[in-house]
Structures are given as structure tokens and as C-alpha cells.
């Protein structure tokens, strides 16, 4: 296994966001996560990186216990997030943007050649390296945040609702780019997303979260076809009916 978490617990006050969740990810897999608003999605994604404390539990990553270890000995390690919100820096060009994802690195002569593949395969952004990243569009800000967590050089990358505020047509482009990264780079993926349907399709497994807890996991094939699950729980395709998180705020 690339990643392996096991009884992971994780707490807000009295908030149980992860309530004894175990998660496991194959070298070269897609695994999507599905749950509903507040299932505790973005919790596991901060928790496997360290960004939030774990109470309990353990997080094996490539060979190593990393339970203990600080978020960047994790992307060190190649386990990089590309977050809610995606957290480009408006102030930055988009090239700058990139070369922080690089941060962490010590081969930093590759990160040039590296800066050029991510230009190949995001032209949108090779257009614009000079530019500040406050002009480009939602679904380019999108390509930017992966852009930037593939300067960290993962093993494994996480994001957390790519598609977000993209139009369809956007969504499925950004998800056609994190189906080729896997074919293509071999990459293995973690991915939280809404666009259900869409997430089945380029996925090989998925777990489904209700309230911190897995629900259920399995082939994303069996997933897709079971219409009543996904409607009980997830609301198919609704992406964008869905509240935002300023909405939700208690
Ligand atoms: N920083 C925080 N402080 C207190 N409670 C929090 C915090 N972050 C999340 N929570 C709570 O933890 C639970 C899980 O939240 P989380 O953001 O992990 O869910 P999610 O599945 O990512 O939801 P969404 O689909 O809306 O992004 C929710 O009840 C949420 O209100
Ligand atoms: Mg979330």
C-alpha cells in the first residue's frame, strides 16, 4: 500500500469530524471520497498531511509510520494536497505560484524542466507565466493548484473538491487532466469531490463518509450503479445546488 490510515479520529471541541476511519491506497490507484456537506471529507484529506491533528490513529505513508511526522516532512515525502479553495496567491504571477510548490525540494534543477512539463500540459498557463494569477479564470486558478502540487513532485496527490464553482464543462476538463496525470505519470490519487458521477467515472474505488465513518467502499463501478445509494446519500449531480461553506457556518 502507498498510504495506509487506520482508526483515524479527529476532533473540533466536541465535534467529531473522523470517527474511526481506515483508508487504504494501492500504488497507481484512484480512490474517490463521497459524502455529504460536513461528512468530515476535507478533515481526512488535512489529517493524512499533518495540517490537522489527528486524536488517534495512525498514517503509514510509502513505507514510513508518519503519524508523527510535520506536514512538510509529509509533502517531502511526496504526499501532496491541493486544497478547497485551491489557495493560489493572487499576489503572485503564475509562475511564482509554481515555483512555491517547489518549495520543499531539494533537486531544485529539475524543477525548471518540471515548470516547462506543466506548461505543456496546461497551456492556459504557459500563455500567462508572467501575468498575475489574480487574471486567470476559476477552472485556470483549478489547473494552477494541480500545476503547483506537481512541482512538489507527488507520489500521491489529494484534492479536495477540484471541481468546485467550475461550470460543467470546466469541471470535466480539470477531472479529464486528473485522469491523465494517473494514466499517464502513473500517479496515484485521492480525490474528494461532489461531481459524483463524473469522480465514478475516471475512479477505480471509492469510500463513501456519513458523519466521519466509512459507509460503505468498493469498486467505483458498483458505485455507479447503485442509483438508490447515490441518491440517498449524495444527491447525484447536484454540485452545483449544493450550499456553500459560508452557508453553512453555525
Ligand atoms: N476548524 C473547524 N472547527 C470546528 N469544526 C469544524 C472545523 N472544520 C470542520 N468542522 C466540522 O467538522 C465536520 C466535518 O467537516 P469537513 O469540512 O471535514 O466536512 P466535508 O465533508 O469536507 O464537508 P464539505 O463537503 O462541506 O466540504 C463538520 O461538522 C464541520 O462543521
Ligand atoms: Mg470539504
Known amino acids: 500500500m502507498l498510504l495506509e490510515a487506520r482508526d483515524l479520529e479527529v476532533r473540533y471541541g466536541s465535534v467529531r469530524a473522523v470517527r474511526g476511519l481506515s483508508l487504504q491506497l494501492a500504488p497507481g490507484e484512484i480512490v474517490a471520497v463521497l459524502g455529504a456537506n460536513g461528512a468530515g471529507k476535507s478533515s481526512l484529506l488535512r489529517a493524512l498531511l499533518g495540517l490537522t491533528r ?3 490513529g ?18 517531502r515525502a511526496g504526499l501532496v494536497l491541493v486544497p478547497e479553495g485551491r489557495r493560489i496567491v493572487m499576489g503572485l504571477t503564475v509562475q ?11 533537486d531544485s534543477s529539475a524543477v525548471q524542466t518540471e515548470i516547462e512539463q506543466v506548461y505543456q ?3 492556459n498557463l504557459a500563455a500567462r ?13 483549478q489547473m494552477l493548484a494541480i500545476g503547483r502540487a506537481l512541482l512538489a513532485a507527488p507520489k500521491l496527490m489529494m484534492l479536495d473538491e477540484p471541481s468546485l464553482g467550475l461550470s460543467p464543462r470546466l469541471a470535466n476538463e480539470v477531472l479529464a487532466h486528473v485522469r491523465d496525470l494517473n494514466r499517464e505519470r502513473g500517479l496515484t490519487i485521492l480525490l474528494v469531490e461532489q461531481n459524483t458521477q463524473r469522480a465514478l467515472e475516471i475512479a477505480h474505488r471509492a469510500y463513501l463518509l456519513e458523519l466521519g465513518q466509512v459507509l460503505r467502499q468498493g469498486p467505483a463501478a458498483e458505485f ?25 457556518t453555525t
Not at 507565466?129 to 486558478?141: D, F, K, W
Not at 438508490?228 to 459560508?246: H, I
Request: avoid cysteine; hydrophobic fraction near 40%.
Open 224 to 248: 455507479a450503479a447503485d442509483h438508490s445509494l447515490l441518491d440517498a446519500y449524495l444527491g447525484r449531480g447536484q454540485a452545483a445546488q449544493r450550499p456553500t461553506p459560508a452557508q453553512l
Open 121 to 123: 500540459r496546461f497551456p
Open 54 to 56: 489527528a486524536h488517534a
Open 96 to 106: 511564482e505560484n509554481l515555483l512555491m510548490g517547489a518549495g520543499q525540494r531539494r
Open 58 to 75: 495512525k498514517v503509514a505513508f510509502d513505507g514510513n509510520d508518519v503519524t508523527r511526522w510535520s506536514t512538510s516532512a509529509r509533502v
Open 129 to 141: 507565466r508572467h501575468a498575475s494569477a489574480s487574471v486567470l479564470s476559476g477552472g485556470e486558478q
